[in-house]
């Protein structure tokens, strides 16, 4: 018997187990963050491994959701990851006009 898996229902409950403990830790912590924008602006080496990571996770998110217009979860996992494959070119491209948004 196959087994199938549910990668939009994975994918959406990493993401969002993620959003929860950032948050968590933010709350936790509210300078730290503050700490690693401002690092992230001034290295050019961060900036370049961050568009590189987000880039590698918005694909995976986009690939592995498809494109069914019945289900919604999927479609908006799907947007999701297009839209961290667009700032991950933006912060390569762009990272000293894009992290003074952040």
């Not at 403990?21 to 370049?48: C, D, H, Y």
Request: proline letters at 4%; glycine letters at 8%.
């Amino acid at each position: 018997m196959p087994v199938t898996m549910d990668f939009t229902a994975w994918s959406a409950t990493l993401l969002g187990l993620y959003i929860l403990f950032a948050g968590f830790g933010a709350l936790r912590n509210i300078t730290a963050w503050r700490k690693m924008i401002e690092e992230v602006e001034r290295s050019p080496a961060l900036q370049l491994v961050a568009s590189l990571l987000e880039l590698m996770v918005g694909a995976l998110v986009y690939l592995a959701n498809p494109w069914v217009p019945s289900d919604l979860l999927s479609c908006v996992l799907k947007g999701a990851g297009g839209l961290m494959m667009l700032e991950a070119f933006a912060i390569c491209g762009f990272a000293d006009i894009y992290t003074h948004f952040w």
